[in-house]
């Protein structure tokens, strides 16, 4: 009992003295606050009207890859139920097959 005491205590610890600790005091504290930046957060420059239309043929492109990617996971899907089908009527014409030789 008292090794998952102490062991309970060391936990309590370590979360109130981590990052997720501050986070759950600033939660239940709101007067204190902690402030973080962005440091991925960078100015952007307009795009140019040349960009614009390289970018808009980049995303057409992607949009394309990504459909062409979906028939084909779709086609597969179907030609792995066909393939199922054929396998279980060959078995079931085995079986009626073997059942009248018996």
Known sequence: MKKSIHFLGVVMIYI???SFGLVEYSAMRPQTYFVGIDSTKQFKQPLSSSA???FIQVQKKQ???QQDAQ???ERSHWTKYIV???KT???TLLSLVS???K
């Open 16 to 18: 109130m003295t981590s």
């Open 52 to 54: 614009k239309k390289e």
């Open 63 to 65: 949009e394309d890859n």
């Open 71 to 73: 028939l084909n996971e």
């Open 84 to 86: 199922i089908g054929v």
């Open 89 to 91: 009527i060959f078995s």
């Open 99 to 101: 059942y009248m030789i």
